[in-house]
């Protein structure tokens, strides 16, 4: 067998004094082995730490959009979001700071959802007399009807609940835990 004869050339040229040989150039070369091994071993590092931190911004853009249809308020969902953020980021074995799980949130909801617009000050009064005139044009005692489907939530004295229908049109009310 070929292979053979190249392990016992490679043995024989070690033990005749090839072993010294490689020695002294590894010696006489080792600032620019090291320096290359360094290299190696940071790409590494920088590649698997690039790795997590876009696993870490696709967690943040999941939670974003879990969190989208609860009923909290937007910030509360952003709290909530962040928590649930650091949270996973320690399953990776990352202690992720608050402000940190800010920023990725507050990212995901810019790729999510568009840059928040600025309001100028003549619109924003604007809208704030829209508003008004269509609160003022509202019957509280009989307000427009709102059209639910089943798994809407609502919340009657105090306690919310899940809306759902049957087949018969009957509706059920199922208490929130």
Not at 120 to 134: D, P
Not at 154 to 159: K, V
């Amino acid at each position: 067998m070929a292979w053979t004869k190249y392990v016992t050339d490679v043995i024989t040229w070690l033990t005749g004094g090839g072993f010294t040989l490689l020695v002294a150039v590894l010696i006489n070369n080792r600032k620019s082995i090291f320096g290359l091994l360094e290299n190696i071993a940071d790409h590494t590092k920088t590649k698997a730490d690039n790795d997590l931190l876009e696993r870490i911004k696709a967690e943040a853009q999941t939670q974003v959009t879990a969190v989208q249809h609860s009923s909290y308020s937007g910030s509360e969902q952003k709290e909530l979001a962040v928590k649930k953020l650091i949270e996973l980021a320690k399953d990776f074995d990352v202690d992720l700071d608050s402000n940190k799980a800010k920023d990725y949130v507050e990212e995901a909801y810019q790729l999510n959802y568009g840059v928040n617009k600025s309001v100028k000050a003549n619109e924003q009064a604007q809208l704030v007399k829209q508003i008004t005139s269509t609160a003022e044009k509202m019957d509280a005692e009989n307000p427009p009807a709102v059209q639910l489907d089943d798994g809407d939530l609502i919340e009657l004295n105090g306690q919310q609940y899940t809306i759902s229908t049957n087949d018969n049109g009957e509706i059920t009310l199922t208490k929130k835990a």
